[in-house]
């Protein structure tokens, strides 16, 4: 299974962009899938995940603000994120796994399957 993120760019303050992770060779309708992000000299953090049953979780800098939901088609996933902000700033990655448990959703080392990650730069 290979991941593919996409839909990253530079924004200003307050704008929207939508994140794309499609998976080739399998559907994500059974597993969960999250999105982390990684800034400059930082840890990789949880932003927020969707499992099997359309479940979602979110950390809570970005709930309210980002949307986690499945794509029209059942390899894709999509990360809405509104009125961003300049710590939104990072890559963000995609994963997905499909024997996870619910207690280690949040978890990236828990994620068998990454995508390349792709870069959100929130700037005035």
């Known amino acids: 299974v290979q991941l593919q993120a996409s839909g990253g760019g530079l924004v200003q303050p307050g704008d929207s962009l939508r994140l794309s992770c499609a998976a080739s060779g399998r559907s994500f309708s059974s597993g969960a899938v999250a999105w982390f992000r990684q800034a400059p000299g930082k840890e990789r953090e949880f932003v927020a995940a969707?499992?099997?049953?359309?479940?979602?979780y979110y950390a809570e800098s970005v709930k309210g603000r980002f949307t986690i939901s499945r794509g029209s088609a059942e390899n894709t996933v999509t990360l809405q994120m509104n009125s961003l902000k300049p710590e939104d700033t990072a890559v963000y990655y995609c994963?997905?796994?499909?024997?996870?448990?619910?207690?280690?959703?949040?978890?990236?080392?828990?994620?068998?399957?990454w995508g390349q990650g792709t870069q959100v730069t929130v700037s005035s």
């Open positions: 994963a997905a796994d499909w024997q996870i448990i619910l207690s280690s959703i949040r978890t990236a080392g828990q994620y068998a399957y």
């Open positions: 969707i499992r099997r049953g359309g479940f979602t």
